[in-house]
């Protein structure tokens, strides 16, 4: 049997006045491949961080044997860390284990010593190949695309950059546990084949939660879902492959909702039950004379007690049914102004020849959207997706060629980094507020004032951001910066469709959000009226959209 690496019994964690997880138990060994799924929100993230020590339980525990990598979603940016620090930390084990045996080495007494100690740690140098470490890094980092020069600061890179090189680095530490959380995102297709390579031939454990539906078909040994069940606890599907566990999920949650309905109906005859012998009972405390009221009375009681203790017993056995995970509720949105007096194939916005220094340079190119028009935008990093859709959205300016937008087109942007509304209205104040304990309710009710008052906005079209399913109400009157980046990612979807835009513009759309809303958000970009461009490396959402022209950068 292998050595069990990582094992959580029975964890309970919270945050003040806020639960995150209850019972919690996962178990992997040596070669398995667990992934973590759930609805944004539900403690995929914390669950990671008890994992790797970096929390501490409120009830349960948490068993580790060797050394533990933890690669998170957020990478706080230290002025003036270099990528050659974050090789240095990778590297740390391998250097601490060199001294080591030099040390060793250098003390060994032929004569009376024991090999013992030396063997172990020749045994940790093999297993770590210790004498090819340096070299590791700088291929893992040039494999995904990362930054290998080593005197740049991370402060001046992007969060996808810094992405890319936190996990190129832990990728070539080796550890005994690795947990990734969300590693596709800011990947390219040839990244996401070497991170799968990577995984699929890892010695240890991999514990990881993604979003990315091919990733979990291709190297999930078992899924823990952390979303609510019937018996009130996670649930693990040890059946690997994403259709698999879509399947079993489905069939849980039809066999739930029936008992459930079965149980309501009990219920509700055995209540009316109850119903027609009280009022048995109250007529009998008055009958006529010479009735036998005492015998008849006693007997109505007889059957109330009854009722009554048949009620309690289904109450007691009744499966309560916890709030389902939210729903997405698209709106409607607009394909053009009825004012406008243009025909159906309009074009709302265009670009011709656009060139954005290093960047962006596109000659003899013209990106035009008609109306209900659809683009997807693919290509490897650093080849201009994300500059392609702000010169789009109009907020970054053109070195070359020309930007055609109707008169009164709404456009919303979901970027990659922070809220993204496109309207031509400055919301830089608000956005600032959303970083410094502004809640969402507060953000987006702004947001929708300042284009109203700017007649960007129709009071009529106004999309009010509780209504969506994208965020439970308790979490819009939290501040935003309390959020989970899911939760952040699902309030910047919001925010963007506050507007009723009639042109939507998505850069990597699917980064962050549970796979459950990326199936949902699929098949509402599929069949909205709304223009809608999407950029995005997910492997499963570009099979979707096959059918869309395509733009190959």
Not at 537 to 543: F, N
């Amino acid at each position: 049997m292998p050595t069990v690496h990582v094992v959580a019994e029975a964890v309970a964690f919270g945050y003040p006045g806020r639960p995150v997880l209850d019972r919690v138990t996962l178990r992997a060994a040596a070669g398995s491949r667990v992934a973590i799924v759930g609805e944004n929100g539900s403690g995929k993230s914390t669950l990671l961080r008890l994992l790797a020590g970096e929390l501490v339980p409120s009830a349960g525990q948490v068993r580790r044997h060797g050394v533990v990598d933890l690669v998170g979603q957020d990478m706080p940016v230290v002025p003036g860390r270099t990528v050659g620090d974050e090789v240095a930390d990778a590297l740390a084990e391998v250097t601490t284990l060199a001294a080591e045996i030099a040390a060793a080495t250098e003390s060994f007494d032929h004569a009376s010593g024991s090999l013992a100690e030396l063997a172990t740690l020749l045994e940790r140098s093999e297993r770590l190949a210790a004498w090819d470490a340096e070299r590791r890094v700088l291929e893992q980092l040039d494999r995904l695309g990362a930054c290998t020069d080593l005197g740049r600061e991370l402060a001046h890179m992007s969060v996808g950059e810094r992405h890319r090189v936190r996990l190129g680095c832990r990728l070539a530490s080796r550890a005994d546990v690795l947990l990734l959380d969300e590693p596709t995102n800011h990947l390219d297709d040839a990244a996401l084949e070497h991170l799968t390579r990577e995984v699929l031939a890892w010695q240890g454990v991999v514990v990881l939660v993604t979003h990315d539906r091919r990733l979990l078909d291709d190297v999930a040994t078992g899924i823990l879902d952390l979303d609510p069940s019937m018996e009130g606890r996670p649930v693990f599907y040890g059946q690997p492959g994403y259709l698999s566990f879509r399947f079993a999920k489905n069939q849980a949650l039809h066999r739930w909702r029936q008992r459930h309905r079965a149980e309501q109906k009990k219920r509700l005859e055995l209540l009316q039950r109850l119903d027609t012998s009280y009022e048995g009972l109250s007529d009998e405390w008055r009958p006529p004379k010479g009735s036998q009221k005492h015998r008849r009375g006693t007997r109505a009681r007889i059957h109330v007690k009854a009722a009554d203790r048949l009620v309690e017993k289904l109450e007691a056995e009744a499966v309560e049914v916890p709030v389902p995970p939210v729903e997405l509720a698209f709106p409607a949105l607009p394909a053009l102004d009825p004012t406008w007096h243009a025909a159906a194939g309009a074009e709302l916005v265009s670009l011709r020849s656009p060139r954005v220094a290093g960047r962006l340079d596109l000659p003899g190119t013209r990106v035009a959207l008609p109306a209900s028009g659809r683009l997807l935008v693919t290509g490897a990093n650093g080849t201009g997706k994300s500059t392609l859709l702000r010169a789009l959205a109009g907020t970054l300016p053109l070195d070359r060629g020309a930007r055609d937008v109707h008169e009164g087109v709404r456009i919303g942007v979901v970027g990659q980094e922070g809220l993204g509304v496109q309207t031509g209205v400055d919301l830089d104040d608000i956005l600032d507020d959303a970083a410094h304990g502004a809640t969402g309710f507060d953000v987006a009710g702004r947001v929708a004032l300042r284009l109203l008052a700017a007649g960007a906005l129709d009071p009529e079209l106004v999309v009010p951001v509780a209504f969506l399913g994208l965020l439970s109400e308790a979490d819009l009157d939290r501040p935003l910066r309390e959020l989970s980046l899911g939760q952040r990612r699902r309030f910047d979807l919001a925010c963007a469709l506050v507007a009723a835009p009639h042109v939507l513009l998505l850069d990597e759309p699917t980064n962050h959000l549970s796979i459950d809303l990326v199936d949902e958000l699929t098949q509402a970009l599929r069949t909205t009226p709304a223009a809608v461009v999407v950029a995005t490396h997910d492997r499963r959402m570009r099979e979707d959209l096959a059918d869309w022209p395509t733009l190959a950068l």
